[in-house]
């Protein structure tokens, strides 16, 4: 091993810059801001590439989607909720751009509260010591007796939830997106795991009208997913339930027979989950159409993709 020397780089073959292949180019670059411009003209300062081309390829999508009138779905948690973009998801509702919300069963705690007192989401940490968590008392007994009452009518949770806030005429309706999704007769759906809310452990929980009305909802939330051809559906900030639930529902949709192909995935996240990328972006996908991840700020992101769409659609 000591007679190991130093190679020698005399013979290294190299060949000219402009000869070889890569992968970014000046044409890609991103072009600095100016006064005035609209949030189109924003969007075509972003560089050609990765997320910058990515949100572009969005929104011509959404707007192709939208636009002819194929289904937008508007798949949710609870966070959108809670940092303020319900009026912002009701406005697309109002103006025909989604047709469709599915949400976990955190939403319905939220949106409520929202309709009811114009605020919600406690500071956990502080009350949890002293077992008040979750225990404010009109969020249980509404929402549950709506629930039970909807099971013995037949219908979905989401729709039970929006009858009865709007029923009861609460002061901040405008703001609920439950609310006004029944009155547009929009689809809104409700998909529940029993122990996740905090409605579950107050005294009228009614476990079998929980479970009728949130399967009520999924055989409607697929109904919706049969008809995504051409369409397609956001994922808003739910890394596990969502997820899950949409790839059930496609694998039953196209075991029945319906054509789900060509549509767009959009998974809208702070960071990567492994189930939204493989359950949302990746799998459903796979055949046809096109699965996208933009990570960022719900507060932020969100409203730059509809703020484009509104401007694109008008």
Same mark, same amino acid.
């Given at each position: 091993?000591?007679?190991?020397?130093?190679?020698?780089?005399?013979?290294?073959?190299?060949?000219?810059?402009?000869?070889?292949? @890569?992968?970014?180019?000046?044409? #890609?670059?991103?072009?600095?801001?100016?006064?005035?411009? @609209?949030?189109?003209?924003?969007?075509?300062?972003?560089?050609?590439?990765?997320?910058?081309?990515?949100?572009?390829?969005?929104?011509?999508?959404?707007?192709?989607?939208? +636009?002819?009138?194929?289904?937008?779905?508007?798949?949710?948690?609870?966070?959108?909720?809670?940092?303020?973009?319900?009026?912002?998801?009701?406005?697309?509702?109002?103006?025909?751009?989604?047709?469709?919300?599915?949400?976990?069963?955190?939403?319905?705690?939220?949106?409520?509260?929202?309709?009811?007192?114009?605020?919600?989401?406690?500071?956990?940490?502080?009350?949890?010591?002293?077992?008040?968590?979750?225990?404010?008392?009109?969020?249980?007994?509404?929402?549950? =007796?709506?629930?039970?009452?909807?099971?013995?009518?037949?219908?979905?949770? +989401?729709?039970?939830?929006?009858?009865?806030?709007?029923?009861?005429?609460?002061?901040?309706?405008?703001?609920?997106?439950?609310?006004? =999704? #029944?009155?547009?007769?929009?689809?809104?759906?409700?998909?529940? =795991?029993?122990?996740?809310?905090?409605?579950?452990?107050?005294?009228?929980?009614?476990?079998?009208?929980?479970?009728?009305?949130?399967?009520?909802?999924?055989?409607?939330?697929?109904?919706?997913?049969?008809?995504?051809?051409?369409?397609?559906?956001?994922?808003? +900030?739910?890394?596990?339930?969502?997820?899950?639930?949409?790839?059930? =529902?496609?694998?039953?949709?196209?075991?029945?027979?319906?054509?789900?192909?060509?549509?767009?995935?959009?998974?809208?996240?702070?960071?990567?989950? #492994?189930?939204?990328?493989?359950?949302?972006?990746?799998?459903?996908?796979?055949?046809?159409?096109?699965?996208?991840?933009?990570? +960022?700020?719900?507060?932020?992101?969100?409203?730059?993709?509809?703020?484009?769409?509104?401007?694109?659609?008008?």
């Amino acid at each position: 091993m000591a007679d190991i020397r130093p190679i020698s780089l005399d013979r290294v073959k190299s060949y000219p810059l402009k000869e070889r292949v @890569s992968k970014v180019s000046t044409e #890609y670059f991103g072009r600095p801001w100016g006064h005035g411009h @609209s949030i189109a003209e924003w969007l075509e300062t972003l560089p050609n590439i990765l997320a910058g081309n990515d949100i572009k390829e969005i929104v011509d999508r959404l707007v192709r989607a939208a +636009g002819s009138g194929k289904t937008v779905i508007l798949a949710m948690g609870a966070h959108p909720i809670k940092v303020g973009l319900s009026p912002i998801i009701i406005d697309l509702m109002d103006r025909g751009i989604i047709s469709g919300i599915a949400t976990n069963g955190a939403c319905i705690i939220h949106d409520a509260e929202v309709a009811i007192v114009g605020s919600t989401s406690e500071d956990v940490a502080q009350v949890l010591g002293q077992g008040k968590f979750g225990m404010a008392e009109e969020t249980g007994r509404l929402l549950n =007796a709506a629930i039970s009452e909807g099971a013995k009518k037949g219908l979905g949770l +989401g729709k039970s939830i929006g009858d009865m806030l709007v029923r009861q005429g609460f002061p901040f309706n405008h703001l609920s997106i439950l609310a006004r =999704a #029944y009155q547009l007769e929009i689809p809104a759906t409700v998909h529940v =795991a029993i122990g996740t809310d905090i409605i579950h452990f107050h005294p009228n929980a009614d476990g079998a009208a929980i479970g009728a009305t949130s399967h009520m909802d999924f055989r409607i939330f697929s109904a919706l997913v049969s008809t995504l051809k051409e369409g397609a559906l956001i994922n808003l +900030g739910s890394a596990v339930i969502m997820p899950e639930v949409f790839l059930k =529902a496609l694998s039953l949709v196209r075991n029945l027979g319906h054509d789900v192909s060509d549509f767009t995935t959009v998974n809208m996240d702070f960071i990567r989950h #492994y189930r939204p990328m493989t359950n949302v972006v990746h799998r459903p996908t796979l055949d046809s159409g096109k699965g996208y991840n933009l990570v +960022g700020h719900h507060e932020i992101m969100f409203p730059l993709l509809a703020a484009a769409l509104v401007e694109r659609l008008k």
